[in-house]
């Protein structure tokens, strides 16, 4: 046992008579460490600064063309110490990785490293203007080139494109490569398959690409029907978008046999690559005949959420998609240097065929910086390690539940790096809903809920391989316990979190009467 | 490995209590031939942090930072000063490892900063209504387009000439994909924009007019004769601005008629980072388009006790809940962006960003007084904020090289940017802001004297 | 005057060659709180069977068919400033838009009050 507890202390919580621990009002609405705080447009003044900036003066050079900007735009300021405090407040009131396991199906909140930060904030990675002469950001270069090639050989692909922003991009990037491969055969078709436990980002990506999306059946053991999707392909089905490890936590078993027919068919395969952390240094997607597959570096490489973001999407390409990467890319050249391949050398380096170009400049390299950093201290035996622990932590979780909750595919045999739990068996008129509720004042950020959608009431439990043993027995604790209470119909549920810094909140007058914006007058 | 909390002895009670003999058990599901039978060969293995940082350090030294040399690089990207504070804020694990605030009980710090952003952007931009960001300005951009499109049901978007090119591009590929028709052109060199020319290309089939502010070449013009225009012909302008400090100098796009305002946040509170993570953001000026937006909106609204409190509201646009009908496939956005965009612009507040525009413009102007100076140098520029473009009379691109190997990173040649327009061959782009001395301007303007005589 | 029922839980008010549309309390339960609906624009032509609106909760948007082919005339502006209509009173003030019949044949398919409420029931 790696964290022996020897006085045996464990925190309890005694009841008080309403059962709610309120004391008296606060004059101020703080109670101790949780601390109200107003917007900043009403504690900042637009005449405030915390900035040392000159006056400039009355008769300063002006070559504005006549467009001064001389009404009040209404910005308040605040000077250092406040705007420090205003902010540290605010924070408090989140939950974070920093603070516990976060069990986020599909989102992999793992713990994000202090070293990725260190490194990203070096100044010829920080500093650097990415129009800057090639001389002088070389190394640059290199680190997306170094990263590219860890990421081709982790897939066991062919090429990459490190440009798209996020996930989604990352998606849109595949997509489009599969259907300017399709052009360029003369072969345009118009429908893309879809599995219904798919997220919502991959129709959204195929409608949006032009195509029109149809559902790809599920089988009784949670996976895609083969014999269904065989049925379906045809002349007119330009791909598949599969998600494996699946939404439902399952490995595809037939993967390679869905992309033989897939290419049999004369399509491609769009593998969404959001759950490569329960098979990363273990498993090739690209052993298993994908076209294309996003990989999230926010999820399985570590770089933080940041509270929605910024994420990274690169693609990595099969040979039969590579000639129509998007620019910019990074390639070295035989002399062992890195050149950035943008659209006016592309012919140089024969590729002509690019779909085009997804964003000004070359990607999110502050993620590239930190996404490496993390590869480089795990290394392969290390990553290979992480699948592992992810898929063992997942689990023990699923095996610790099944007793309590509804496993629609635990029979079948074991998950992969998430567990999927249903809403059967709830008492009174419960949800999935109260029951996460219930988790926060648990002290946790809920699990995924309602996702995917395929399961009634889903709940997604994703841990990942940064939690110890004793971090997974708590939440283990407290999963049981809401659990128990959901199943004997514990009404107070309905009203839960009662101490959170919010109690539920109302998201049908959010959307009745949208306000988006501050304004000054009160309505 | 110090990111591995379970020992062997955790695992092996762990592997007992599921009931599996191995962790190739847990496998089992993954046929045999596509199981690796050890660690990827040929890779490294793991690395201890002082390795790892000893490697990247190497590579991070590679590079010149803009500030180890006087530095006039801008064109999209643009090197402020960020205050000390903005960095402490953004790595407080509160918000730099939480989630998308989808469970708002436990994240109102990031949705009261996400409120307070839109706002911010909002007023800055001159609208209504701001969403919580987008990946950057080029896809905010094309989003706007895609937008357009939406409401006027029309799809023929015409694009002003002096838009960044990154930007025409994006909007040009994924134009191929939707069948929108874009109608682009080239900027003219001449010291204000062709804004004839532009109105000259808007007809009742334009569903949009994409007009930068200020433009490419930095030039700032009066946005509201092309406004009128386009909206006589029932067509949305979609202003984008690069440089959000500008807009502490001139008019909000949106007091100039522009319909939908994007641009790139970068410039407050993100460092230059080669290139990404930035902040597009993206507005509209009457609230009667909120529900064509794409990107999450952050609203306000009260809990159970009646207390104010925000949500992430309108959501029935986005893909999780439209999948194949949402406004846009965006998931992930740019929220610590956005946060440290919040920081900076809480520390300028209002009189702060006024001085800062005034401390770049006057940097500028002294910078394109003294290299007017300069033998065979000419302003193009009638006018400008705190960018404008140079004629150099030779090629600048091999000038620019020339003057890097000197340690003077001397701005961006337009021929980098328009590789096959022989016009634009000895046009350089100038950019300055308050992080330019007046020596780095005397040091640029020497070492273009003796490297164009 | 008549009322009938789709299967999507549409009903239809006929008068003359006019009809009102709007959907029922089940739809409206089964929806929960209302947040806004995405009317016709008036003078568009629907198809029986086709789009005609969506009616949006806080976590779901749905569509509603047009119960017959016709022109849209009204649109129920109540709706705008006030979706919880379509929660309160959905088969009253809660309707969402009114149109020229197209083709009065196409009404024999649908249901009458009774067969709608056998309908509902076995659901």
Redesign the interface.
């Known amino acids: 046992?790696?964290t022996p507890n020897q006085s045996g202390w464990k925190p309890e919580m005694t009841a008080s008579e309403d059962g709610m621990h309120n004391g008296p009002a606060t004059s101020t609405g703080n109670r101790a460490l949780m601390l109200e705080?107003p917007?900043?447009?009403e504690i900042?003044?637009?005449?405030?600064?915390?900035?040392d900036?000159?006056?400039?003066?009355a008769d300063?050079?002006?070559?504005?063309?006549?467009?001064?900007?001389a009404?009040?735009?209404?910005?308040?300021?605040?000077s250092?110490p406040e705007?420090?405090r205003?902010?540290?407040r605010?924070?408090?009131?989140?939950?974070?990785?920093?603070?516990g396991l976060?069990p986020?199906g599909s989102?992999t909140?793992?713990?994000?490293?202090r070293?990725n930060?260190?490194?990203?904030?070096?100044?010829?990675?920080?500093?650097?203007?990415?129009?800057?002469?090639a001389?002088?950001?070389?190394?640059?270069f290199?680190?997306i080139n170094?990263l590219a090639e860890?990421l081709i050989?982790?897939t066991g692909m062919d090429a990459i494109a490190m440009s798209p922003?996020?996930?989604?991009?990352g998606?849109?990037c595949g997509i489009?490569c599969i259907?300017a491969a399709l052009e360029a055969r003369g072969d345009a078709r118009e429908v893309i398959l879809v599995p219904q436990s798919a997220?919502?980002?991959n129709?959204?990506?195929?409608?949006?690409?032009?195509y029109r999306?149809e559902d790809i059946p599920a089988n009784a053991d949670g996976r895609v029907d083969l014999e269904a999707l065989k049925s379906r392909l045809g002349p007119d089905v330009a791909g598949v978008m599969i998600t494996n490890p699946n939404t439902c936590g399952?490995?595809e078993?037939d993967?390679?046999a869905i992309s033989d027919a897939v290419h049999a068919a004369g399509g491609f395969v769009y593998c969404d690559g959001a759950n490569f952390n329960a098979?990363v240094?273990?498993?090739?997607p690209g052993?298993?005949g994908i076209d294309a597959m996003h990989i999230n570096l926010?999820k399985t490489f570590?770089t933080?959420?940041?509270?929605?973001?910024?994420?990274?999407g690169p693609v990595v390409l099969s040979k039969a998609l590579m000639p129509f990467g998007?620019l910019p890319f990074t390639a070295r050249t035989k002399d062992g240097v890195v050149h950035l391949v943008e659209?006016?050398n592309a012919g140089e380096f024969g590729h002509t065929q690019a779909?085009?170009?997804?964003?000004?400049?070359?990607?999110?390299?502050?993620?590239f910086?930190r996404a490496?950093?993390y590869i480089?201290?795990?290394?392969?035996?290390?990553?290979?390690?992480?699948a592992?622990?992810a898929?063992?932590?997942a689990?023990?979780i699923l095996?610790?539940m099944e007793d309590l909750l509804h496993t629609p595919y635990a029979d079948s045999?074991?998950c992969?790096h998430e567990a999927l739990f249903g809403d059967q068996g709830f008492g009174g008129e419960l949800s999935t809903l109260d029951l996460?509720?219930a988790l926060?004042d648990e002290g946790y950020?809920?699990m995924t809920m309602?996702?995917p959608l395929v399961v009634h009431g889903a709940m997604l439990v994703e841990p990942t391989?940064?939690?110890?043993?004793a971090?997974l027995d708590q939440f283990i604790q407290a999963f049981r316990t809401v659990a128990q209470r959901a199943k004997a119909g514990d009404e107070s549920m309905k009203?839960a979190?009662f101490y959170?810094?919010?109690?539920?909140?109302?998201?049908?007058?959010?959307?009745?009467k949208?306000?988006?914006?501050?304004s000054e007058d009160a309505d | 490995m110090r990111y591995l909390p379970l020992t062997d002895n955790d695992r092996a009670d762990m592997l007992a209590t599921i009931g599996a003999a191995s962790i190739d058990d847990l496998f089992v599901d993954v046929p045999a031939e596509a199981q690796l039978d050890g660690p990827i060969r040929d890779l490294p293995m793991h690395a201890s942090e002082m390795a790892v940082e000893r490697h990247m350090r190497a590579l991070s030294k590679k590079n010149l930072a803009a500030a180890d040399a006087p530095f006039f690089l801008g064109a999209g990207a643009y090197r402020h000063h960020v205050p000390a504070s903005v960095d402490h804020i953004i790595q407080r694990g509160e918000f730099l490892t939480a989630y998308t605030p989808y469970q708002p009980e436990i994240a109102q710090g990031t949705l009261q900063m996400l409120f307070e952003f839109q706002s911010q952007v909002a007023r800055l931009y001159g609208c209504a209504v701001a969403n919580a960001s987008m990946y950057d300005g080029s896809t905010a951009c094309w989003e706007a387009v895609a937008m357009a499109g939406r409401v006027t049901r029309r799809n023929r978007a015409v694009l002003s000439g002096a838009l960044h090119p990154h930007y025409t591009q994006v909007i040009k590929t994924m134009a191929k994909f939707t069948k929108d028709e874009i109608a682009d052109a080239q900027p003219s060199i001449q010291g204000a924009p062709d804004a004839d020319g532009l109105i000259g290309r808007i007809d009742d089939q334009t569903s949009c007019v994409v007009v930068q502010y200020p433009d490419i070449l930095g030039r700032v013009s009066n946005l509201q004769a092309i406004s009128d225009a386009a909206h006589e012909k029932g067509a949305l302008v979609i202003t984008v601005v690069t440089e959000p400090v500008a807009l502490g100098a001139i008019q909000a796009p949106g007091d100039l008629g522009a319909d939908i305002v994007v641009g790139e946040g970068q410039s407050i509170g993100v460092g230059l980072q080669f290139g990404g993570p930035y902040l597009g953001l993206f507005a509209v000026r009457d609230k009667k388009h909120v529900r064509q937006m794409p990107g999450r909106l952050c609203g306000e609204t009260v809990d159970a006790e009646g207390k104010r409190g925000f949500v992430l509201t309108l959501s029935t646009r986005e893909q999780h809940i439209r999948r194949e009908k949402a406004t846009s496939n965006i998931c992930t956005n740019s929220g610590l962006c956005a946060l440290a965009f919040n920081v900076h612009m809480t520390l300028l507040g209002e009189t702060g960003l006024r001085r800062l525009a005034a401390e770049n413009h006057r940097l500028a102007c002294v910078a394109a007084d003294r290299l007017a100076k300069v033998p065979g140098v000419s302003v193009l520029n009638d006018s400008f904020f705190n960018e404008f473009t140079v004629r150099l009379g030779q090629d600048a691109r091999p000038i620019v090289r020339t003057l890097a190997d000197r340690g003077v990173l001397a701005g961006v040649a337009l021929d980098r940017l328009y590789p096959d327009v022989a016009a634009f061959a000895d046009s350089l782009l100038v950019a300055v802001t308050e992080t330019t001395s007046e020596d780095d301007i005397e040091a640029l303007a020497t070492a273009l004297e003796e490297v164009l005589s | 005057m008549p009322r009938y029922y789709t299967d999507e839980h549409e009903w239809i008010d006929v008068e003359g060659d006019s009809a009102t549309v709007g959907i029922t309390d089940y739809a409206q339960e089964q929806l929960g709180d209302i947040v806004f609906v995405e009317l016709p624009d008036v003078g568009s032509m629907l198809d029986k069977g086709g789009d005609a609106a969506v009616v949006e909760s806080v976590k779901a948007a749905s569509d509603v068919y047009a119960p017959i082919t016709g022109e849209v005339s009204e649109g129920n502006s109540g709706l705008e400033d006030e979706p919880g209509l379509v929660n309160s009173s959905p088969e009253e003030d809660g309707w969402f838009f009114r149109m020229i019949i197209g083709d009065k044949d196409e009404l024999e398919g649908l249901m009458d009050a009774k067969g709608y409420k056998t309908f509902v029931d076995s659901l």
């Open positions: 046992m790696n705080e917007l900043l447009f900042g003044s637009v005449e405030t600064t915390g900035v900036l000159p006056e400039p003066a300063a050079a002006n070559r504005l063309g006549g467009m001064d900007r009404q009040p735009i209404g910005l308040p300021g605040l250092e705007t420090v205003h902010y540290t605010l924070s408090r009131q989140n939950y974070g990785i920093d603070l976060f986020l989102c909140m793992k713990h994000n490293p070293l930060e260190k490194v990203a904030r070096m100044p010829g990675f920080a500093d650097v203007h990415p129009l800057q002469p001389d002088t950001v070389r190394g640059a290199e680190v170094e860890w050989s982790l922003k996020a996930g989604a991009h998606e849109l489009l259907r997220h919502g980002t129709p959204a990506t195929a409608a949006f690409a032009g999306v399952l490995f078993r993967m390679k098979i240094g273990r498993v090739r052993d298993l926010h570590s933080p959420h940041g509270g929605g973001g910024p994420g990274s998007p659209e006016e779909f085009g170009r997804m964003t000004a400049f070359h990607g999110q390299m502050g993620m910086t490496l950093t480089l201290s795990h290394g392969a035996d290390g990553l290979k390690q992480v592992e622990d898929v063992l932590n689990n023990y095996r610790s045999g074991p992969m996460s509720k926060i950020h809920p309602y996702f391989e940064t939690e110890s043993k971090a009203q979190p959170a810094p919010r109690r539920r909140l109302d998201e049908t007058l959010a959307a009745r949208p306000k988006l914006a501050w």
